[in-house]
């Protein structure tokens, strides 16, 4: 299963993701995919300038990405306690989508994680058939995991 280390200093109390609800994310990733990812994947929170100037760099795009994700190795069978990757979510801009999808803050934030691991093994969203099983997988993960995602 997955290890996710997540950076979040930034938040108190119930803002913070708890390593039950991330275990949950990671054993729902894991069934939906039908393999064992065993990797560790950092995974923090950035502002929204941080993430304007972070998009600008490496994606050549003006404008607050709501993440980011910088994989450490290529998408093959990931070993136990293998550093895979780097997830960066921009939480204001989590917040605004969360308004604009009518659901919490947590669920958006669970949606783009799977996201974040499914670009590190590999897939992509360069086409409209690619982004539309991207999403589906994303949508699947979540009711796996118990939590609801606009349809």
């Not at 799977?114 to 979540?142: E, P």
Request: aromatic share 8%; glycine share 6%; charged share 25%.
């Amino acid at each position: 299963m997955i290890v996710f280390d997540v950076q979040q200093e930034l938040f108190k109390g119930g803002k913070r993701l708890s390593s039950a609800w991330l275990d949950r994310l990671a054993r729902s990733i894991d069934q939906e995919l039908s393999k064992s990812l065993q990797g560790m994947v950092s995974v923090a929170f950035v502002s929204s300038p941080r993430m304007r100037t972070l998009t600008k760099q490496y994606r050549g795009d003006d404008h607050v990405s709501d993440i980011l994700t910088f994989p450490f190795v290529t998408p093959r069978r990931w070993k136990t306690g293998e550093m895979v990757g780097e997830i960066l979510l921009c939480y204001p801009q989590i917040i605004k989508q969360a308004k604009i999808n009518k659901i919490n803050s947590r669920a958006e934030t669970a949606f783009l994680l799977a996201h974040g691991i499914l670009h590190l093994q590999g897939k992509t969203h360069s086409t409209q058939k690619k982004l539309a099983d991207m999403i589906r997988l994303q949508k699947a993960i979540l009711a796996r995991a118990g939590m609801v995602y606009p349809v």
